[in-house]
C-alpha cells in the first residue's frame, strides 16, 4: 500500500471515529469535538494530497490547511461559547435534554 | 514513502486510538485529554509528512489553544464531575455506529479503488517555514487578511455570546 493511500485511509477512520462521536454523544461539548475531529481529518486529506501530489511545488494544500486551522479555532470558540450561554439558561449540557427548540 | 513506513504506523495508532478514547471514556475530562493526545498526533503525522509548519501550529492550535478551551469550558458547565451518561444512554447507538461504519466503507473502498493511489509522487517536496511565509506574505496575503478579519470578529462573537448579561 502506497504512503498516500495509508494516509487516506487513516483520516476515513478518524472521520468515522469523529462521526460516530457526534452522532452518538450525549454531552454538547463532545459533539464538538467529534467535529473537530472530522475537521481534521479533512486537514490530514490535504497534507496526504499536498505531500504525495504531482505539484507539490505550490503549497496550496499547506496553505489551505492553514486557513482551515484558522477557521476551525473561530468555529470551538464560538461553538463553546455558545454551549456556555445555553448552559447558562438550561443549566445541562445533556443533548437528550435540550428540546427546547423541538416544541 | 514509498511504502508506509513504521513510524507512520506508530503515529496513525496513535492517533487512532486517541481520538477513539475521546469518544469512549465517560469522564469529561479524560476525554480532553484523549483529544489532545490525539491533536498531538495529528501533528506528528504532518512532521513526518515534511509539513514542518503546519505541524508546529497544530500543536500550537489544537494542543496549546483548542484542547485547554474545551477543558476551561467542561470545568465551568460541570465542575469536572465524570456524571456523564454511560455509553448505553447514547442518543442513538446503532443508528450512529451504523452511519459511521457505512461512511467509512464507502471512503476506504473509493480509497483503494481509486488510480490516484497508484500515481503517488516519490521525492518528498521541500516547504520549510521560510517559503510558507513567503508564500503567505506575497500570494495569499488577502486571504491572510480575511482570515485575520473572521478571527477577530468570531472572537469577540464569542466573547459577547458568552458574556453575563446584564441585570436590567
Redesign the interface.
Known amino acids: ?10 483520516s ?10 457526534a ?5 454538547t ?2 459533539v ?3 467535529i ?2 472530522m475537521l ?1 481529518a479533512a ?2 486529506n490535504f ?2 494530497f ?5 505539484h ?2 505550490a ?1 496550496t494544500g ?2 489551505f ?3 482551515s ?10 461553538g ?6 445555553v ?2 439558561h438550561t443549566k445541562t ?4 435534554q435540550l428540546t427546547g427548540v423541538r416544541r | ?5 513504521v513510524p ?2 506508530i503515529l ?1 495508532a496513535v ?2 486510538v486517541g ?2 478514547a ?2 469512549l471514556f465517560r469522564g ?1 475530562v479524560h ?2 485529554l484523549a ?1 489532545a493526545v ?2 498531538a498526533g ?1 501533528g506528528s ?2 512532521l513526518s ?3 514542518q ?2 505541524g508546529l ?2 500543536l500550537l ?2 494542543v496549546g ?2 484542547a485547554v ?2 477543558v ?3 470545568l ?3 465542575g469536572g464531575d465524570s456524571d ?2 454511560p ?1 448505553s ?5 446503532i ?3 451504523m ?3 457505512a ?2 466503507a464507502i ?2 473502498w473509493a ?2 479503488h481509486s488510480f ?6 516519490t521525492l ?4 520549510t517555514i521560510r ?2 511565509g513567503t ?2 506574505m506575497e500570494s ?1 496575503v488577502l ?1 491572510l487578511e480575511v ?1 485575520g478579519l ?2 477577530t470578529a ?2 469577540i ?3 459577547i ?2 458574556m ?1 448579561e446584564n441585570p436590567r
Open positions: 500500500m502506497t504512503g498516500l493511500a495509508g494516509c487516506l485511509l487513516v476515513s477512520m478518524l472521520f468515522a471515529v469523529g462521526l460516530a462521536g452522532l452518538t454523544r450525549r454531552n461539548i463532545l464538538l469535538v467529534g473537530e475531529l481534521n486537514n490530514l497534507v496526504a499536498w505531500r504525495f501530489g504531482p507539490a511545488g503549497m499547506m496553505i490547511v492553514l486557513f486551522i484558522g477557521v476551525a479555532a473561530a468555529e470551538a470558540a464560538v463553546l461559547a455558545l454551549i456556555l450561554a448552559y447558562r449540557t445533556d443533548l437528550s | 514513502m514509498r511504502e508506509m513506513t507512520f504506523l496513525a492517533t487512532l481520538a477513539s475521546a469518544m469529561l476525554c480532553a483529544l490525539a491533536f495529528i503525522l504532518y509528512l515534511g509539513a509548519f503546519l501550529a497544530q492550535v489544537y489553544a483548542i478551551l474545551i476551561f469550558v467542561i465551568l458547565t460541570r456523564s451518561p455509553l444512554a447514547a442518543r442513538w447507538p443508528t450512529g455506529l452511519v459511521a461504519m461512511i467509512f471512503l476506504a480509497v483503494l490516484a493511489i497508484h500515481t503517488a509522487g518528498a517536496p521541500q516547504a517559503q510558507m508564500a503567505l495569499y486571504p482570515i473572521m478571527l468570531a472572537l462573537g464569542a466573547v455570546v458568552a453575563k
